[in-house]
């Protein structure tokens, strides 16, 4: 089982994005997966983000894992 904290606001920055990222790898891999999200991580779950220009629409990464039935939790 591997575990991902994001605790990054969606943008602005690219750890959140990157974790994501990670977590869909590990997710084509058949692995288990959690993912918690605290502080502005939060903020990767809200619905309908709008997203900023030049940057990959979390929100829609985040609905991908939830989907396919892995663990997310704020």
Do not use: W
Request: charged share 25%; hydrophobic share 40%.
């Amino acid at each position: 089982m591997i575990t991902l904290l994001l605790n990054n606001s969606p943008y602005g920055n690219e750890k959140s994005y990157n974790a994501l990222r990670l977590a869909l790898a590990i997710v084509k891999k058949k692995e288990p997966v959690k993912i918690f999200m605290m502080d502005d991580g939060i903020f990767c779950a809200i619905k309908n983000q709008d997203t900023p220009v030049g940057y990959y629409n979390i929100g829609r990464m985040m609905k991908s894992l939830v989907k396919r039935g892995y663990d997310v939790h704020t």
